[in-house]
């Protein structure tokens, strides 16, 4: 069942008031749909309720609530996308309505691009380059350098010259409800901007055709890519809400190997970087990834920023980071994770905290195969800490932070420097959090509002 917040939610945004705003906004026809019972639901004027999480601070979140019809748009191609998005510094408020699914591997007159469109014309081979950086000749003490890494370079220069979208502050952006709205292949970069909304939307097949082979991360070597499918970079007051994020079609499992390693096309799905604060990251899925969700860029990152609120989302088929957490103040709460393999995903950990960070994960709920160890749902490395209670494991109660510090050599503290006070919406009964599973299946994800 949703919880009585969502409910309300729900009856607010239905009343005519909102309507009649809209109307008297001038904005064109689309803008209000109508549920089952003939009630008017305006997605793309919704702004964040109060006490909803640490984007709700403040100012608050309102994206383009103010926009004028001449900064209203419906856009189903990349170019359109592009168009409607403007300059990242133009601040006037916009709604962008993205109908269907946009494919950001496509050129100005939607013509369909592949990496090696990207490549061409910069003298980068994946051949050549497996040749030039291979371990047993190049060695294993230094980045790659040279002709063939700054061929790499440029062809991913011109890669993220098509697929990366610069999303300008006082936007929302919102999937139109029955379109199967989404973008394949992109990326939203959101950086040093303040007020979003990102909603309703299927971000799928984000991939690095050009990853860079680094062989001193890790006792290995790994390949690492560029793309995120959300980025947050310096943002503030950013609400991502009802998303679905995911590497389909083409898996993990589908990526071959080279000097041992996976050749990794993905990166983050929702990463929170570079002092981003005041966001909240509510009902969405996140589903066969790994790298999922980053909170903080680097240990060293300052503090009293990434303060960031994590609630009813469902992650299933994912491998780590949801999140891995930074330095800030992070609230999880009211999440369902399904940590049972997906498609060769397999659980590495759920919730890390670590460089410090601050973290209240209260009353989720974790559905934990025989195979899998309690004490592998966290992790940390030593400095971070997560307080909280209330958490189930196949609906028994759990603490997981004993089960992880019994197993481990490097403690999470259990205890932080904050008390969370923006929890509209929070159900901290065990009989309701233990019907999670069954009401974030319905009520999560892109294509769900309407």
Request: charged share 15%; with cysteine.
């Amino acid at each position: 069942m949703a919880s009585a917040s969502h409910r309300r939610s729900l009856r607010t945004r239905r009343t005519l008031v909102v309507l009649a705003a809209v109307v008297a906004a001038g904005v064109g026809a689309g803008a209000v749909v109508m549920n089952a019972n003939a009630q008017a639901v305006d997605l793309y004027h919704q702004t964040l309720a109060a006490k909803d999480g640490w984007a709700s601070s403040g100012t608050g979140t309102t994206g383009g609530t103010k926009a004028d019809s001449a900064h209203t748009f419906t856009v189903s191609t990349r170019a359109q996308l592009v168009k409607a998005l403007g300059s990242a510094t133009d601040t006037t408020p916009r709604i962008i309505k993205v109908k269907g699914t946009i494919d950001a591997n496509t050129d100005a007159a939607g013509k369909k691009l592949t990496c090696a469109d990207y490549a061409s014309g910069t003298g980068y081979a994946l051949t050549s380059y497996l040749k030039a950086y291979d371990p047993a000749t190049y060695g294993r003490s230094k980045l790659p350098s040279g002709t063939q890494e700054t061929a790499r370079v440029a062809a991913q220069k011109k890669q993220a010259t098509n697929i990366v979208f610069k999303v300008p502050a006082n936007t929302t952006i919102v999937g139109e409800p029955g379109t199967k709205a989404g973008i394949s292949g992109g990326m939203l970069q959101i950086q040093n901007v303040d007020n979003v909304v990102v909603r309703n939307l299927t971000f799928a097949a984000t991939e690095d055709c050009f990853p860079q082979w680094d062989p001193t991360d890790g006792d290995s070597g790994n390949w690492n890519s560029n793309y995120d499918s959300v980025t947050l970079r310096g943002a503030t007051h950013v609400w991502a809400d009802h998303n679905t994020f995911t590497d389909a079609p083409h898996l993990d499992s589908a990526n071959p190997k080279y000097y041992g390693r996976e050749y990794q096309i993905h990166d983050g799905a929702l990463d929170i970087t570079k002092s981003s604060d005041l966001v909240t990251v509510s009902r969405n899925q996140f589903t066969n990834h790994d790298k999922t969700m980053l909170i903080g860029s680097s240990d060293s990152e300052p503090a009293g920023k990434l303060r960031v609120s994590i609630h009813h989302n469902v992650w299933k088929g994912i491998v780590q980071r949801a999140p891995l957490a930074r330095v800030g103040q992070i609230h999880i709460y009211n999440n369902y994770y399904d940590v049972t393999t997906l498609n060769g995903y397999a659980l590495q950990y759920s919730i890390n905290s670590r460089a410090k960070a601050q973290v209240v994960a209260a009353d989720n709920y974790w559905k934990v195969p025989s195979t899998v160890k309690v004490s592998k749902l966290l992790s940390g490395d030593g400095t971070g800490a997560i307080a909280g209670s209330g958490n189930l494991v196949n609906g028994s109660a759990t603490d997981l932070v004993a089960a992880y510090n019994a197993a481990s050599s490097k403690d999470l503290k259990t205890s932080v420097n904050w008390t969370p006070t923006l929890t509209s919406g929070l159900e901290s009964s065990a009989s309701l959090v233990k019907n999670l599973p069954m009401s974030l299946a319905t009520t999560t994800g892109a294509g769900v509002l309407s």
